[in-house]
């Protein structure tokens, strides 16, 4: 490529896609390197739950980028509609959270003092068994997304905005000259030179951040999901229970989530004891999937960080490197805060989310308990 361009993007799952459509629109020209293809790491592999929020009261630096996204995702889905003709899905279909009598103690005051909708179901859900000893609380702002559509769709809009897009191409290394980055190495021998970098590599992140000092930031959490085919209706809302999930598609497909597996390591695929225990779990609580058929099972690897909060800021001592990295559980709704922060970053322009939660150095303060566990 001749012309370099002033951000060139390191990992193009869903953090990586969506700074680029944020980044070309402020104005930049934009490049993004993809190891594989575009978005079909832990962003294709996740069940794309946005929990609801609201920006003005959310609590932490977490919450208001959970809360940024859940404000924003339904016009931003609009728009990604009429610029690419792709449907992402995203429906408000409300959520049911299912509680302990400690978490019922805590999660409907955190929910309530945000402002959020919530009603306990003392009759429970038609055609969902409530857990023994668990109590349920409907939130009706609970949203989904496609998240295969929605990647999609954010690839429509790169290539509408002329952002250049290159798949099936590894960012080895850096190239420095006197500390400094100056470019990036690729695994075809190429180089690749910009004013700026930014760092979206999902759970693969450390293998760029350690050589600029940063290597405990990331590792990976595998995820698996079970894929029911069962019909319109049958599940009403996403249903929640702990850090287990079901999330009813249009077309009547189910999804169920998740393990967490940071023991696998990179080592991506399912086991039988994990889609058994989600087959189980999906079972019991929606009766009416025991007749459904299971069509297919996956994994895929979050990016989790030690905190479990995203890193999203300027590299300390490199300072035309900025990392989007360690969004976890969350990278799907925590994605247009985080490409807004982003854009604020590498334009200059002020930005609508405080970055200092954000920091490499941030305070352990910063990293209270978030309002949504999913
Ligand atoms: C089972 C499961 C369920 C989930 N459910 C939800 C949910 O309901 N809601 C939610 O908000 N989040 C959910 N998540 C989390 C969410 O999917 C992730 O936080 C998010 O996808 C992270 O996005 P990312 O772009 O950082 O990572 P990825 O999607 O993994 O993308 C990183 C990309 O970088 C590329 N890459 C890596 N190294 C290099 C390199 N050296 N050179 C070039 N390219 C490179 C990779 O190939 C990859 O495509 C779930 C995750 C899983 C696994």
Not at 113 to 124: K, M, Q, S
Not at 183 to 201: E, N
Not at 236 to 247: E, M
Request: hydrophobic share 40%; proline share 7%.
């Amino acid at each position: 490529m001749s012309e370099r361009v002033d951000v060139l993007i390191l990992g193009g799952g869903i953090i990586g896609l969506s700074c680029a459509v944020a980044l070309a629109d402020a104005g930049l020209r934009v490049e993004i390197i993809e190891r594989g293809a575009f978005g079909r790491e832990a962003s294709w592999a996740g069940a794309g739950i946005v929990p609801p929020g609201d920006f003005d009261r959310a609590p932490t630096p977490l919450d208001k980028l959970r809360a940024y996204g859940a404000t924003h995702f339904a016009d931003f889905s609009k728009r990604l509609l009429a610029e690419t003709g792709i449907d992402n899905e995203f429906t408000v279909c409300g959520g049911i959270e299912f509680l302990t009598p400690d978490e019922a103690a805590e999660y409907p005051a955190l929910w309530r003092a945000e402002g959020l909708a919530v009603e306990r179901l003392d009759d429970g859900c038609r055609g969902v068994v409530t857990p023994p000893g668990l109590s349920a609380w409907h939130l009706p702002g609970f949203a989904q997304v496609r998240n295969p559509r929605h990647l999609r769709a954010l690839i429509g809009a790169c290539e509408r905005r002329g952002v250049r897009m290159t798949p099936g191409t590894a960012v080895r290394g850096w190239q420095f000259r006197d500390g400094v980055v100056t470019g990036v190495t690729l695994a075809d021998g190429g180089l690749r030179t910009a004013r700026q970098y930014l760092v979206a590599a999902g759970a693969w992140a450390n293998d760029l951040l350690a050589p600029l000092g940063q290597s405990q930031r990331v590792h990976p959490v595998r995820g698996q999901i079970v894929l029911f085919h069962g019909r319109p209706g049958l599940v009403p809302h996403v249903l929640l229970c702990g850090k287990r999930y079901v999330v009813p598609r249009r077309d009547g497909r189910v999804l169920v989530g998740s393990t967490e597996e940071p023991e696998a390591g990179f080592t991506k695929g399912t086991t039988p004891a994990g889609t058994a225990a989600l087959t189980a779990f999906a079972r019991d609580l929606v009766p009416g999937l025991r007749d459904a058929e299971v069509e297919a099972a996956w994994s895929g690897l979050r990016p989790g960080s030690l905190d479990g909060v995203p890193t999203i800021a300027r590299v300390p001592g490199h300072d035309n490197v900025i990392a989007a990295v360690g969004h976890f559980r969350a990278g799907i709704q925590l994605s247009l805060g985080t490409a807004a922060l982003v854009r604020a970053l590498a334009s200059g322009a002020d930005s609508p989310i405080d970055p200092a939660g954000f920091a490499f150095d941030r305070s352990p303060g910063s990293t209270a308990r978030p309002t949504f566990r999913s």
